[in-house]
């Protein structure tokens, strides 16, 4: 099976390439045109060390057929490429968000399924044996009751280095709000089976950053037209060495008792003379491998597990709302448009 990583923009990128690469009956093809205007050839390095194809372009890698990619491209070129894989019959799977306009990721939305391909949101924790057992136990309220509330928080260090460069070129893939938020916000949606949000509120600030409009704090409150309320912080973490940069974690309280998940759970916990801070190593399963690995099993099949398309939609709606809430102070209320489709 031919599976191709378009670009190596995300941060993920190479750890996707280098499980793929691993995986039996997966032929890997890399594709990263341009690089990075630090690193034109980054894609080509990666190809190297993992001993695998690379392709020059878009056109080259999209000639091949492959029968699924990973998109892990700059959010502004994401929609092309979904659109593109689509075209040549590839399932899907994206880096959230799909798009920082909602035109654009209905439009990823409709070219899969007029294709008759599945669109996957890449966010691992989705993908976790314990948060399905988690959804398990909640569905059957025996345990839980009622759900009524939802606490999230994924604080997770920096994407790119703090300087004016990065923010310029990519702001909505440095901003904590839009960057860290979908991947709570597609737990909470599995949970709730995409009931839509009616309600965002939300508040943040840049301190961290130092550059305006980059926020690396961010509270986010939604209300669910179901009554259910989440809240969730998805800012930056201060140090990748903190057990807050391990995420996502959640909390969910019904009216008898409520649920923890935690995505990456302390194993061993220390402190680390050469760094001077606390070490710590994460146990459970990769949740990055599992993903793929379902990811791929599921190639050729539309019913594929994991967030798809749609929730990205009101993920993306919900961040949207939640922006402009920070720059209003006001709550915003949420209308789902009628035109959606399945």
Not at 197 to 205: D, F, G, K, S
Request: proline share 7%.
């Amino acid at each position: 099976m031919k599976v191709a990583v378009l670009s190596f923009a995300h941060e993920r990128a190479a750890t996707y390439a280098r499980l793929l690469r691993d995986m039996p009956g997966v032929d890997l093809v890399i594709a990263d045109p341009g690089g990075s205007p630090d690193d034109p050839a980054r894609g080509r390095a990666v190809a190297q060390r993992l001993g695998v194809s690379h392709v020059d372009g878009w056109d080259e890698v999209f000639a091949l057929c492959p029968e699924a990619v990973v998109v892990t491209s700059e959010i502004a070129d994401r929609r092309e490429l979904v659109e593109r894989a689509a075209d040549v019959g590839a399932q899907v799977l994206c880096e959230p968000p799909l798009a920082t306009k909602e035109a654009d990721a209905q439009a990823m939305v409709n070219a899969c399924a007029d294709a008759g391909v599945r669109l996957t949101l890449a966010s691992p924790a989705c993908f976790s044996p314990a948060f399905a057992a988690v959804r398990r136990t909640l569905a059957d309220g025996d345990v839980v009751g009622t759900l009524t509330t939802i606490h999230g928080a994924y604080n997770s260090p920096p994407r790119f280095p703090l300087d004016s460069r990065s923010a310029a070129r990519e702001p909505a893939a440095c901003a904590a709000l839009d960057a860290n938020a979908p991947f709570l916000l597609d737990m909470v949606d599995a949970v709730l089976g995409g009931e839509p949000a009616e309600q965002v509120y939300a508040q943040a600030n840049s301190v961290l950053s130092g550059q305006p409009g980059v926020e690396s704090a961010a509270l986010v409150t939604v209300r669910y037209s179901n009554g259910t309320i989440a809240a969730i912080d998805c800012s930056w973490s201060p140090s990748a060495n903190q057990p807050a940069a391990a995420g996502p974690t959640m909390t969910f309280i019904g009216d008898r008792a409520s649920v923890e998940f935690n995505a990456r759970p302390r194993l061993l916990g220390g402190f680390d003379a050469a760094t001077a801070g606390e070490r710590w190593e994460a146990g459970g399963t990769d949740l990055c491998s599992v993903m793929l690995g379902e990811f791929i099993a599921a190639v050729g099949n539309e019913r594929g597990t994991g967030p798809d398309g749609a929730a990205g939609i009101r993920a993306l709606r919900i961040i949207q709302a939640a922006n402009e809430s920070v720059h209003t102070g006001q709550p915003v209320d949420l209308v789902v448009p009628s035109t959606d489709r399945p």
